[in-house]
């Protein structure tokens, strides 16, 4: 296995920016700042209730979770349509509990979207990184729940309309019972792994890729996954390889989404929080994706 500092080395890497029209990279560009500036909104959504609502009612629904706080997007235009990314759920079905006050969980999520829609009227798409999958059981107990919660966590994206989640390390050290758990029963959110190698046969029913048009416009978005060499290290399953360095996976998912018309490629990157300088790396070797969600 290559040195982490081998994988995605810019000068290895095509220029492949150069080749994409003018016109679908400043639209993509656009749509990148929207998905970023949705995901400091939540953000603020979740640690702070500071609300000023023009009348005690709409403060009453706000606090209902019925409308959206009117500190987000105040004299927002209709955007193309919304992005948004989560990652890192760790089996996670609601807030963890263990401090007060905390916002977040499925729950919360599900709502601000179905709000997003129907009192904004925005178009919404969503992905995610990956690490639904409850690796380890809290407090070191036996983990007989993680593919139970995983089920759900998937069948809650599903409703939610998410396209795609990435595999990530807790993903890739249960691989054979991730697939069976949901990527062999249900086509979405499509579960994706771009360089894992021999995953046609070993693992057919994962996806190195996945488009979709977006609801409600005539925008195609496109998402793949990349474990890097970090995470690729700490995988035991002997079943198990990634394809390291990665360069030529990216390379291969870029040209199917130029083929399909993708107007803005999406990039799910996995590596460690020591590792990040791999995301960094990837990013200015591969400028064609205007968003690379990574941890």
């Not at 050290?173 to 994706?192: D, F, M, R, T, Y």
Request: proline share 8%; aromatic share 8%.
């Amino acid at each position: 296995m290559n040195k982490p500092n081998d994988d995605l080395n810019p000068a290895k890497a095509p220029a492949a920016a150069e080749d994409a029209p003018r016109r679908r990279q400043g639209r993509a560009s656009q749509l990148a700042a929207l998905g970023l500036i949705l995901i400091s909104a939540l953000a603020s959504a979740g640690l702070a209730y500071v609300l000023k609502s023009p009348t005690p009612q709409a403060k009453k629904d706000e606090r209902r979770g019925k409308s959206i706080p009117a500190h987000l997007f105040p004299d927002w235009g209709r955007p193309d349509f919304v992005l948004v990314l989560s990652a890192q759920q760790e089996g996670y079905l609601l807030p963890c509990g263990c401090s007060y006050p905390q916002k977040g969980g499925l729950e919360r999520r599900y709502n601000f979207i179905q709000l997003l829609k129907a009192e904004k009227g925005w178009p919404v798409a969503a992905v995610d990184l990956g690490d639904v999958f409850q690796k380890t059981a809290p407090a070191k107990l036996p983990n007989v729940q993680g593919l139970i919660k995983y089920r759900y966590s998937m069948m809650a994206l599903k409703e939610m309309g998410y396209l795609a989640v990435g595999i990530g390390e807790n993903e890739a050290g249960a691989l054979a019972k991730i697939e069976g758990e949901w990527a062999a029963n249900a086509s979405q959110p499509a579960v994706l792994a771009a360089n894992l190698v021999e995953a046609e046969n070993k693992f057919p029913f994962l996806k190195p890729l996945e488009t979709q048009i977006v609801p409600g416009t005539n925008i195609r978005i496109g998402v793949t996954n990349i474990i890097g060499p970090t995470v690729a290290k700490r995988i035991k399953d002997p079943e198990v390889k990634f394809l390291i360095p990665s360069v030529p996976s990216i390379r291969e998912q870029l040209k199917k989404m130029r083929a399909e018309n993708v107007d803005l490629p999406i990039l799910l990157y996995h590596g460690l929080a020591t590792g990040t300088e791999e995301a960094f790396r990837c990013a200015q070797a591969f400028p064609d994706f205007p968003i690379l969600l990574a941890l």
